[in-house]
């Protein structure tokens, strides 16, 4: 499928990194944000406004068939991708935001109630923060917060004493937007289950740098969204255990979502319409199948071996080269001894893959405690903002701001940080024109 040069391969699908910026060429370090579209994505959104355009489910009619065959197949792929059990535990939703707000909402009205609890992590975005809130504030119950340590680990210990017969439900992050580790879900969720409280997952950044079997892992939900993973943007998924599913009640209601309505009384459609009311976004959520199909294709063989050793090359790179800027503060780094074992672990089993010949998912990225090629950081003196304007005439597109994590940045002093995110489309000369265009702009600014 590749050449001798995969990755260059990688980034021609991708149109809008082709593109220059102040007229420079665009070296795209927002990844974490939404990522950019490969051809076979834009294709299939183009070709569904030019033709396929029609309401899913609804109509005896052509247009109508095809459109519901895309939305359906989109809904096989994603099960298929996260080894669901069945379409029944594949929700579409708009994203991550809304998947966590449907369970909130639905989940916490039929099993929350006063003098409850809910436990969240401490580096949650917003969006597994505040429908929690929400849920309590109507039930009389409170959040729990599992510590985040100086180095970005969560505090474990801390977990296990928050456990308890008042713990309804678990929410965390599989990787924080703002930290970059993968944290150990499985652990909590078997620590969870345990003592039989479901666990929900924010795979915002999970989905997109680590394998997700949901039954391998025992999640009670995994949401994500499309736009970080290639797909269009509105689009998103819940997954979710169906016995779970079929005792909440429905997050909204409207078209699609309904056997039976009278004045009377409303009876409700199976899963997964149940939780899908109105009109769907449909060609957005349709694109998950090119989107999907695409990253799956970079996980198999020895595409996934380059890719591996280039993120691995990259995150070290960035590791070593912010340290030795003076003044910068790196939010987010696990111990050395045992990030550099995971590393060489890592390393290790992905040329082990490559002499067997034998496909498989990247084997580094996923492990807990694993860094992925995710960067927050402060320099001593210079204004996030500041030097995200100057790296911007430069031609590098960069994160700043609370990045919907205040709590997390109170944790840690700060009201802001610069954040630098990768995807198997970027390379490590960018990674080194990025660090060489940021020392010139702290230069500029000190």
């Known amino acids: 499928m590749y050449s001798m040069n995969p990755i260059e391969e990688i980034r021609g699908q991708f149109p809008a990194l082709g593109q220059s910026v102040w007229g420079k060429p665009l070296v795209y370090l927002d990844n974490g944000a939404t990522s950019q579209k490969p051809q076979?994505?834009?294709?299939?959104?183009?070709?569904?406004h030019c033709g396929a355009n029609a309401n899913v489910h609804r109509a005896m009619h052509k247009l109508s068939d095809d459109a519901t065959a895309l939305y359906e197949g989109a809904r096989e792929k994603v099960r298929e991708f996260i080894n669901a059990?069945?379409?029944?535990?594949?929700?579409?939703?708009?994203?991550?935001?809304?998947?966590?707000?449907?369970?909130?909402?639905?989940?916490?009205?039929?099993?929350?109630?006063?003098?409850?609890?809910?436990?969240?992590?401490?580096?949650?975005?917003?969006?597994?923060?505040?429908?929690?809130?929400?849920a309590c504030q109507a039930a009389g119950a409170s959040i729990k917060v599992i510590p985040v340590l100086e180095n970005g680990m969560w505090d474990m210990e801390a977990f296990r004493g928050l456990l308890g017969s008042r713990v309804k439900i678990i929410a965390v992050e599989h990787i924080s937007n703002v930290l970059g580790i993968v944290n150990p879900i499985k652990e909590v969720i078997d620590l969870a289950h345990a003592q039989g409280i479901p666990v929900l997952v924010?795979?915002?950044?999970?989905?997109?740098?680590?394998?997700?079997?949901?039954?391998?892992?025992?999640?009670?939900?995994?949401?994500?969204?499309?736009?970080?993973?290639?797909?269009?943007?509105?689009?998103?998924?819940?997954?979710?255990?169906?016995?779970?599913?079929?005792?909440?009640?429905?997050?909204?209601?409207?078209?699609?979502?309904?056997?039976?309505?009278?004045?009377?009384k409303t009876t409700y459609a199976p899963l997964p319409l149940k939780f899908e009311a109105g009109t769907p976004n449909f060609i957005a959520q349709a694109s998950l199948a090119p989107a999907l199909e695409f990253a799956?294709?970079?996980?198999?063989?020895?595409?996934?071996?380059?890719?591996?050793?280039?993120?691995?090359?990259?995150?070290?790179?960035?590791?070593?080269?912010?340290?030795?800027?003076?003044?910068?503060?790196?939010?987010?780094?696990?111990?050395?001894?045992?990030?550099?074992?995971?590393?060489?672990?890592?390393?290790?089993?992905?040329?082990?893959?490559?002499?067997s010949g034998?496909?498989?998912?990247?084997?580094?990225?996923?492990?807990?405690?694993?860094?992925?090629?995710?960067?927050?950081?402060?320099?001593?003196?210079?204004?996030?903002?500041?030097?995200?304007?100057?790296l911007d005439k430069m031609g590098v597109a960069v994160r700043t701001g609370l990045m919907c994590c205040e709590p997390l940045m109170t944790r840690f002093g700060v009201t802001s940080m610069v954040r630098v995110s990768f995807l198997p489309y970027n390379t490590l000369d960018e990674a080194k024109y990025f660090i060489a265009s940021l020392k010139r702009a702290v230069r500029m600014l000190r």
């Open 202 to 264: 924010d795979g915002a950044q999970g989905i997109v740098h680590c394998k997700v079997d949901v039954q391998e892992l025992d999640c009670d939900f995994y949401a994500f969204s499309g736009h970080k993973i290639y797909a269009a943007t509105g689009s998103g998924v819940l997954y979710g255990k169906q016995q779970l599913l079929e005792q909440m009640p429905p997050y909204m209601g409207g078209g699609d979502m309904v056997d039976t309505v009278t004045f009377e």
């Open 40 to 48: 076979c994505v834009i294709d299939l959104v183009n070709r569904m």
């Open 358 to 390: 034998e496909l498989g998912e990247p084997a580094r990225f996923g492990e807990p405690g694993s860094k992925i090629p995710l960067f927050s950081f402060n320099i001593q003196g210079c204004f996030p903002s500041d030097l995200a304007q100057l």
């Open 296 to 355: 799956q294709g970079l996980r198999e063989g020895e595409i996934a071996r380059v890719i591996e050793e280039q993120e691995c090359a990259i995150v070290e790179y960035l590791r070593s080269a912010l340290q030795e800027i003076e003044g910068c503060t790196i939010y987010g780094l696990p111990p050395e001894d045992g990030y550099a074992a995971g590393l060489d672990a890592g390393l290790a089993r992905t040329a082990e893959l490559g002499a």
């Open 85 to 134: 059990p069945a379409r029944e535990n594949i929700i579409f939703t708009s994203g991550t935001t809304a998947s966590v707000n449907l369970v909130a909402s639905s989940f916490c009205r039929k099993f929350l109630g006063e003098g409850d609890e809910i436990i969240i992590s401490g580096d949650s975005h917003h969006s597994n923060i505040v429908p929690w809130q929400m």
